[in-house]
């Protein structure tokens, strides 16, 4: 079993930057950032495997970068030109695929005031 915990998050105005960490208890394949906005399905942010491949939503493109330091089971999502559409709960997830989906955060808020 890995746990996940998460820190970073809060409240930004918009076009502001934050940056979320997540520590895995152990290694493991791929590692990544989900969120669900109220009302709104989970969706997947970003997700980085242990040798680097990344896969990113549409949305976050070009704004968004996920990182990964393997020595620390961590990984890092750095999030610029925040809009409101950004605010929701982001969860850490890892697991064996690029969509992982076996482990899961607890959450942490962002919220994008305009």
């Known amino acids: 079993q890995v746990q996940l915990v998460e820190s970073g998050g809060g409240l930004v105005q918009a076009g502001g930057s934050l940056r979320l960490s997540c520590a895995a208890s152990?290694?493991?394949?791929?590692m990544g950032w989900y969120r669900q906005a109220p009302g709104k399905q989970r969706e997947l942010v970003a997700a980085i495997t242990s040798g680097g491949g990344t896969n990113y939503a549409g949305s976050v493109k070009g704004r968004f970068t996920i990182s990964r330091d393997n020595t620390k089971n961590t990984v890092y999502l750095q999030m610029n030109s925040l809009k409101p559409e950004d605010t929701a709960v982001y969860y850490c997830a890892a697991g064996k695929l690029l969509l992982p989906r076996d482990y899961w955060g607890q959450g942490t808020q962002v919220t994008v005031s305009s």
């Open positions: 152990g290694s493991i394949y791929a």
